[in-house]
């Protein structure tokens, strides 16, 4: 859990899994778009670093984050990845739109993970305001996407063990 003191990009390197062999996909919402690709950077910057190889990240895009669900889905079917990270900014507004989405997409990856045999790691910024979402992919705080990425790692060489 992020508390305002803790930089999300910090890890210990020691402690990760060396990735090389793992093959990764990653969904991203195009919906507030700069955030999402802020959070898609960390953990492609994390994946890297951490020993995966450049052709074994994959991209998906979709338009938003209720979509993560079914493309992370498909990920899984046809592309024959070791982990799927869904990687979604959700910014709360005056209506239960939030509320919804957030509640359906996280059952929908807590699905995945019962029904398949590969993880998926949930990156889904649920912030009351675009500060707090700028602060998280990438700000004072770190950057989310790099925690999932970590999470990944770490859940595919559980899976393979």
């Known amino acids: 859990m992020a508390t305002e003191n803790k930089n999300l990009s910090q890890y210990d390197k020691n402690t990760i899994p060396n990735a090389k062999d793992f093959r990764f996909g ?55 990845v070791d982990c799927v990270i869904a990687i979604g900014c959700v910014i709360k507004g005056e209506t239960m739109h939030f509320e919804f989405v957030c509640d359906g997409v996280t059952q929908g990856i807590k699905d995945l993970n019962v029904l398949y045999d590969v993880p998926t790691i949930f990156c889904l910024l649920t912030d009351n305001t675009m500060q707090q979402s700028i602060d998280r992919s990438g700000g004072k705080h770190g950057n ?8 990944a790692i770490k859940m595919v060489d559980i899976n393979r063990k």
């Open 26 to 80: 990653i969904v991203v919402s195009e919906w507030n778009d700069t955030i999402t690709n802020g959070l898609f950077e960390g953990a492609k910057a994390a994946l890297l670093d951490c020993g995966t190889l450049p052709e074994n990240i994959i991209r998906w895009d979709v338009p938003g984050s209720f979509e993560l669900i079914f493309g992370s889905k498909k990920m899984i079917q046809t592309q024959h």
């Open 144 to 151: 989310k996407g790099t925690e999932a990425a970590i999470a």
